[in-house]
């Protein structure tokens, strides 16, 4: 699973910190996105008592680090399954189609006949040196 240790006071001030610099972005962003009239006090109320209990007191923020960890979790299981499936349908079935359709075999996975050699004929090798340096 994950190996963060939510007792440690170094990880629950980290929480507090990074929570606190992530709140100010989120606002600094909105103050960008939606004008410059109303300024975003609520996200730095919210990001200096994250950054007062991270520095102060960072025990007071256990129960949030807590679920916090406990929502990545989560988030993660979610978002590793839904692309891993959007992956697969939207490109490794469709690719697949479109190589049986328009394509031999890449692999050359087809049995041959009993007649018929497997030998593959060896790419040409340089003789002289130079073409040696020139490998592409």
Known sequence: MLDINTSSRTEQRKFGLVM??????LGLIRYA???????????FAVAGVFAFF???????????????????LVLNWIVTHLML??????????????????SD???KRKW????????????EQPEEFERWRNQF
């Open 20 to 25: 606190a610099a992530a709140i100010v972005v």
């Open 85 to 102: 499936t959007i992956i697969y349908w939207a490109i490794i079935i469709p690719m697949c189609i479109a190589m049986r359709l328009f």
């Open 105 to 107: 075999d890449p692999l």
């Open 54 to 72: 991270g520095l102060v007191w960072p025990g007071a923020l256990k129960p949030v680090f807590i679920v916090w960890i406990k929502f990545a």
């Open 112 to 123: 041959l006949p009993h007649d018929t050699s497997y030998w593959e004929a060896p790419e």
């Open 33 to 43: 996105f939606h004008g410059f009239a109303q300024f975003p006090m609520y996200f």
